[in-house]
């Protein structure tokens, strides 16, 4: 009996721009899906590109950006925020038309911004999020798995080719992820509080506690029980991502601030007040939003 004829994967030759944690998830989850005949990446550095090349991630990785994106047909930028541009610049010229062109970045608005204004004509920007990731970061970090169950945002332009959006929309769901498509901005509103404000409060925290404790020092290291230990997690992210998610998320970063600020001190106050019922009364509140969240398998 004759073999069924293969079905054609989705992509003939898919280019990511940055081979790290998500570049290289993807790469892995692309691959398990059948998506694409040919994966390649380009990075910044050699050394990252051996390890890519070692860890067999894609087809092949070099450090060319321009020249991984020739005939591509699906292109994903996915270095940090503040690179996104640059890169979009360096592979313009070799973007084919038709090309699919989307980011990963955990900011939408100022990515657009810098990115658009490099794409030529005939090529569909498609903005994306993925809201998956740990606080390891490199190729090494890379698993096939890292979207499966979770969210990726698309954050479509007035301008963008439906077809393009559905069809960037089927490869995120094959790589495992929910859907959802927001307004850049809406997107940047809610992952300042869902996301980067956790981020900078694990920060400050873990900062605060390593300025506090001078000869306590490794006294707060020895007993750092469940809830210091799970700020430190955090708290050990790709530096470099995190500075570009601030730096590029200033104005919905702020407004949460100022919002986070103002609670602060009222649980302040009711602690120096002694006023055990507000404490309580959030507690129980946002024990609820726990529960909720197990509900919805997000936790
Ligand atoms: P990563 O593991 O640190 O990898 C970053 C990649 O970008 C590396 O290949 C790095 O190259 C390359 N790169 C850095 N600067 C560059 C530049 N100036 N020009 C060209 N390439 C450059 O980072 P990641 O965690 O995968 O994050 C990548 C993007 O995904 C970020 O925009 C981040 O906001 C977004 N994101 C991250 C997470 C997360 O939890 N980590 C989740 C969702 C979305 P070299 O190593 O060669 O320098």
Redesign the pocket.
Known sequence: MSKPPEAKPMFDKIAL???????GSIALAARRGGFARTIVAA???A??AATANRLKLVDHCGTD?AAACEDADLVIV????G?CG??ARLIAPALKPGCIVSD???VKQAVVTAMQPHLPAGVHFVPA??????EN??PE?AFAELFDGRWCILTPLAGSDPSAVDKLEAFWKGLGSLIERLDPADHDRILAITSHLPHLIAYTIVGTADDLAGHLNSEVLRFAAGGFRDFTRIASS?P??WRD?FLNNREAVLEVLQRFQEDLFYLQRAIRWGEGDKLFDLFTRTREIRRALIHLNQA
Request: with cysteine; proline share 6%.
């Open positions: 721009i940055g081979i790290g944690l998500i570049g990075t910044r550095s050394e990252t950006l996915c270095t940090p925020v690179a640059e890169a990963v970045g955990s999020h993925p809201v998956a990731g740990t970061s490199g970090a790709d470099t991502m998610v």
